[in-house]
């Protein structure tokens, strides 16, 4: 019973956080008082509670699991929408990969693959936190089309490179610098490719009235966001420098020999691959990759190499938290919200193209993302809005682009993306890097889109 309510009692209940408390609830009540953008009463409650809620979630003022199933309560209560509606996110087949991503990657883990070949391998190459970094952002790119669900990709990479930093001696802000820098690459080089990332990328190239195909979103994309990632990492690395640089990677058990693979050990590595090479080639067998991970993980059950206890990786808050905060961007855009935000939006937008009106498109996007959070879902709004707004002036794939570029790699709080929210609540890293990073990432983005998207797609015939 202890054991469950440290998942809802706050740690240290004194005046500090009463305090806390009390400033909480200051804003979202001003918001429900001065209903902003001619908001609805209903409209203001259910942007009032998800504001307090974010707030709960930045602070750790509430812990995840009562102030996500509080947001549940108010949305249920204020918006009208049904209950499939609001937990849609837990009802999708991404929410059943990510359970058995769990699973899977704790098997990756038990068949010995990680202590006897990528930690060897990885100690061997990686000297320093910043040439991990550039390993990570290379392994991303290299299994770009082996593990093609982006979540399922960034769940093992992550556990991959957990349990190498575990057998290093460095301190634990290093570890969670570099831990938070695994969640940033994996969004930077998912909009590479169409097919890097399956579910947003396709969800943004559907909106668009000329058609893109995974070789036209690589040849308008790959080469500036190969750019953008080496930029953001100088960034990353500039911003983080006093925990990254003249730190060496030292291997707490450098001198132990790595015992040989069991034959128990040995054929959940060919499951392993087996499934690897299912998921590459996708395309030709047409298995669903979801179907392929649960049959596979329940043979490295039916093996021995995942057991009862097993079922302990899969991190119930951050599911709980995943599906309160995929819910935000739904409910405020089936309430109408969304759409009376994004009226007040349109008198910004200059009559002519220019440098200035991309700015605005950027600038839009943005917004509309730090009020509705899912990448997905402020996709589904910004973009089919920008086309009724923009498309006499501006080519429908740039809109895509733009909007893509826009909401992928940016982010001010952890609810800005699934990914970082992930990493979050399984303790990678502090949700005050996001804000640390984010904030001056947000200029980056204009940057590197007035800097490199934009002459790259001059030089490629786009503009």
């Known amino acids: ?254 001198e132990n020999k790595i015992s040989p693979f069991s034959a128990q050990q040995k054929l959940a590595i060919g499951i392993i691959i087996m499934t690897v090479l299912l998921w590459t080639t996708n395309g030709i067998h047409g298995i669903n990759n979801t179907l392929i991970t649960i049959i596979s993980t329940i043979i490295l059950f039916a093996i021995k190499i995942l057991h009862k206890e097993d079922w302990k990786s899969i991190d119930i808050t951050t599911l709980i938290f995943l599906t309160a905060a995929f819910s935000i961007g739904n409910i405020i855009k089936f309430c109408g919200a969304a759409d009376k935000v994004f009226g007040q939006l349109q008198a910004i937008f200059p009559t002519k193209f220019s440098l200035l009106y991309i700015c605005v498109m950027i600038l839009t996007t943005m917004l509309l993302h730090m009020i509705l959070g899912s990448n997905t879902t402020t996709l589904s709004v910004v973009i089919p809005g920008l086309m009724i707004l923009c498309s006499q002036i501006v080519k429908s794939p740039i809109i895509v682009f733009i909007s893509v570029i826009s909401v992928s790699f940016h982010a001010i709080l952890p609810f800005h993306s699934i990914s970082l929210m992930i990493g979050v609540s399984n303790n990678y890293y502090p949700a005050k890097y996001v804000t640390k990073l984010g904030l001056p990432v947000t200029l980056l983005v204009y940057l590197v889109v007035i800097g490199i998207y934009i002459p790259y797609w001059k030089i490629v015939g786009l503009l």
């Open 1 to 254: 019973m202890q054991n469950i309510w440290k998942y809802i009692i706050p740690e240290k209940i004194n005046k500090i956080w009463g305090i806390k408390m009390c400033l909480s609830i200051l804003f979202p009540i001003l918001t429900f008082i001065w209903k902003p953008f001619d908001l609805t009463f209903q409209q203001a409650a259910i942007v009032a509670s998800t504001i307090l809620v974010i707030i709960w979630w930045s602070a750790g003022i509430v812990k995840k699991i009562p102030a996500s199933f509080f947001l549940l309560l108010m949305y249920y209560i204020f918006s009208g929408a049904s209950v499939k509606t609001i937990i849609s996110f837990s009802l999708s087949e991404t929410f059943l990969m990510i359970i058995v991503t769990y699973l899977f990657s704790q098997g990756i883990a038990n068949s010995g693959l990680i202590d006897k070949i990528f930690q060897p391998l990885l100690i061997k190459l990686v000297h320093t936190p910043c040439q991990c970094l550039i390993a990570v952002v290379g392994i991303f790119y290299l299994t770009m089309y082996v593990i093609p669900q982006p979540l399922a990709r960034l769940i093992i990479v992550s556990s991959v490179l957990y349990h190498f930093l575990q057998h290093i001696n460095i301190p634990e802000k290093t570890k969670n610098i570099i831990m938070y820098g695994v969640f940033v690459a994996s969004a930077v080089v998912n909009i590479s490719t169409k097919d890097a990332d399956i579910i947003l990328n396709n969800v943004a190239a559907s909106f668009s009235k000329i058609p893109i195909s995974n070789k036209l979103w690589a040849y308008y994309m790959f080469i500036p966001t190969l750019i953008t990632c080496c930029l953001l990492g100088i960034l990353f690395i500039y911003i983080f420098h006093k925990d990254l640089i003249g730190i060496p990677l030292k291997n707490i058990e450098k």
